[in-house]
T-cell receptor, first 112, second 112 residues
Framework: QKEVEQNSGPLSVPEGAIASLNCTYSDRVSQSFFWYRQYSGKSPELIMSIYSNGDKEDGRFTAQLNKASQYVSLLIRDSQPSDSATYLCAVDYGGSQGNLIFGKGTKLSVKP | DGGITQSPKYLFRKEGQNVTLSCEQNLNHDAMYWYRQDPGQGLRLIYYSQIVNDFQKGDIAEGYSVSREKKESFPLTVTSAQKNPTAFYLC???????????FGPGTRLTVL
């Protein structure tokens, strides 16, 4: 059974701090990893994708991937109240179909 | 504007009725997906299609049906056989050149 695990939270950080969101996955053949942001009542929005070990930075967001440990994380620097949302980790099934497995999400709350 | 549209935004169904949710995309994506999201749950895959006139069952296909007569359109029918259809339904699409999936705004279905 392929699984993606996330801490459900809520994770509460003060404005301006670094928020760290973590995700583990069960299938070693997975090669593609994604972070989606979902505001309450809205659909998920893709914010980061990462395919290689190491860090990938995009603005205030940094995705980190460690395939040996089957671990992917998202760091949000200078957190803003507008970052308050649920963050979904998604991992590919490992086949050519391109299907993704989603974690249940971590709810982030950034306090002013 | 390129994107994915879903209609209606809200849908109310009486028990025993079939309803059809619309999903249209003008991104020229080959693959399309239907997910269901329940409170506190991750996204669960209902059906997916990679080419016109072909589709496959996902993890929770029972009580649902789809068609893919055009590349741009992937409607989902929630049949009376679906025992607990109240949920947030999300349509997504993907180019076969990559693994990123992009979501429509969703349809919230409530059974009365």
């Amino acid at each position: 059974q392929k699984e993606v695990e996330q801490n459900s939270g809520p994770l509460s950080v003060p404005e301006g701090a670094i928020a760290s969101l973590n995700c583990t996955y069960s299938d070693r053949v997975s090669q593609s990893f994604f972070w989606y942001r979902q505001y309450s009542g809205k659909s998920p929005e893709l914010i980061m994708s990462i395919y290689s070990n190491g860090d990938k930075e995009d603005g205030r967001f940094t995705a980190q991937l460690n395939k040996a440990s089957q671990y992917v994380s998202l760091l949000i620097r200078d957190s803003q109240p507008s970052d308050s949302a649920t963050y979904l980790c998604a991992v590919d099934y490992g086949g050519s179909q391109g299907n993704l497995i989603f974690g249940k999400g971590t709810k982030l709350s950034v306090k002013p | 504007d390129g994107g994915i549209t879903q209609s209606p935004k809200y849908l109310f169904r009486k028990e025993g009725q079939n309803v059809t949710l619309s999903c249209e995309q003008n991104l020229n994506h080959d693959a399309m997906y239907w997910y269901r999201q329940d409170p506190g749950q991750g996204l669960r895959l209902i059906y997916y299609s990679q080419i016109v006139n072909d589709f496959q069952k996902g993890d929770i296909a029972e009580g649902y049906s789809v068609s893919r007569e055009k590349k741009e359109s992937f409607p989902l029918t929630v049949t009376s056989a679906q025992k607990n259809p109240t949920a947030f339904y999300l349509c997504a699409s993907r180019s076969l050149a990559g693994f990123e999936q992009f979501f429509g705004p969703g349809t919230r279905l409530t059974v009365l």
